[in-house]
Structure formats: C-alpha cells, structure tokens
C-alpha cells in the first residue's frame, strides 16, 4: 500500500544542518499530520493540517516548520537539526470520515539520525 | 490535559494465553478511544475503535469511563498478534479535538511459542 509516501526513508545529518522530509499522498485525504516516535515516549503530534490553508501546532512542534504545498504534499522542516531532533517520524492522512473515526493511514516512516 | 498512559514496555506471554494490554486515559469529556497495531515491517494501522464495539482478530476493548480505561484483550494469544500496540484518544466529534490523535506509548507484545 503506497497511498502515503514518505521520502527520504533514512537520513543522517550533522547539527546545524536543515532538513526536510517530505510527505505524499494519493489517499485524496484532506487532513495530513506529522507525528514523530521515540523509544519510550510512543508517537507525539508535530503539526497536522486539515486543509491547504490550516496548519496548526502540534504536542511539540518547537524547532520544526511544515509547509503544505498541496492537498496531496506535506513537508516537515527542521531548520537547524540538533541531536535529540533524532527519531523516526510519520506522515499520516485521514479524510473526514477518519476523523470521526479515528482512523489515520501511515507511512512507512522516515528515520532521522542527527550527529 | 489530554493523556493516554500505557505502563507496560514489552508483555511476553505464551501462545494459547491469555493477553491484556492496559491503557488508562485522562481528558476532560467523552474521548473516543481506539488501538493501533504495528506489525513488524508494516505500517502503524488501526486495529479497533471503542465506538464500534467491535472484535478485530479476536481482539476486544471495553471503555471503563469509572476506571478512565481501555484495556485490549484476547482470550488466547497466537504468534501473529507479536507487534507493537498503541493505545490512542481523540476528541468526540464537534469538540474542537476530532482527527487529532494523542497515542500512549506504547506496549510490544511478545507471544512466544
């Protein structure tokens, strides 16, 4: 199942460097969401969007930026990477239904390590 | 403030046992409650949701408001239900909160053979 696309899947980086991950769906969802999980901590909200012109905070979206391109695109942007900026994030989609429902699809994940 | 608390890391039982997975939740109103499931190499997925009371692979969760609970359960556990469990919580429709999922942290399930 492809309808999330998350690119890269793994990157390493040093401290100081911006970086974007970046998000694609062919879900036609309107709601897209940025989520990161830490060992421990389980999956924390960054930023979500319910539409092209809403994007809201998340739990901890200090130190990240999005930016949403389109329906279909949705980018995290980590201005000046630290190291415990390190975890794995996701994308996730619902349409309206799902958000009564609760169901969001995922994507596979993109592994961050900053060095 | 909203929260959904799973205490337990990792639970490791024998095939054929019984498994409870715990969640406990704070939030002030009626929360919708549901649990995702990891399999390994998979997507993060759905597996059910309080709402429709249902059972997905044999799986059950009962919403103890008293208790502010969630547990998932299954009577007899097989190696396929080995994954990653998270426990989630969002707002009642028209609250402001829906499609905003808050996960607890977590719980891997080990069913040994």
């Known amino acids: 199942d492809a309808d999330v696309t998350q690119t890269p899947r793994n990157r390493i980086t040093k401290t100081g460097k911006r970086i974007m991950l970046e998000c694609s769906q062919t879900?036609?969802?309107?709601?897209m969401y940025w989520y990161r999980q830490d060992p421990g901590l389980g999956l924390r909200l960054i930023y979500y969007s319910f539409d092209v012109k809403d994007i809201n905070k998340g739990e901890i979206s200090d130190g990240y930026s999005v930016s949403r391109q389109a329906q279909a695109k949705f980018s995290l942007s980590l201005e000046s990477a630290i190291p415990n900026q390190t975890a794995l994030y996701f994308c996730a989609t619902s349409d309206l239904a799902g958000a009564v429902t609760g169901e969001l699809f995922f994507g596979e994940g993109s592994r961050l390590t900053v060095l | 403030a909203q929260r959904v608390t799973q205490p337990e890391k990792l639970l490791s039982v024998f095939k054929g046992a019984p498994v409870e997975l715990k969640c406990n939740y704070s939030?002030?109103?009626?929360?919708?409650l549901f649990w995702y499931v990891q399999y390994s190499r998979q997507r993060l997925q759905l597996l059910l949701r309080?709402?429709?009371?249902?059972s997905i692979k044999g799986f059950t969760a009962d919403l103890n408001k008293g208790e502010t609970s969630f547990h998932l359960k299954k009577p007899f556990a097989q190696e396929e239900d080995s994954a990653m469990y998270y426990c989630?919580?969002?707002?009642?429709w028209g609250s402001g909160n829906t499609g905003k999922l808050i996960f607890g942290q977590g719980t891997t399930l080990q069913v040994k053979p």
């Open positions: 879900k036609g969802h309107d709601r």
């Open positions: 939030y002030s109103g009626s929360p919708e």
């Open positions: 989630a919580l969002s707002g009642l």
């Open positions: 309080h709402i429709s009371r249902e």
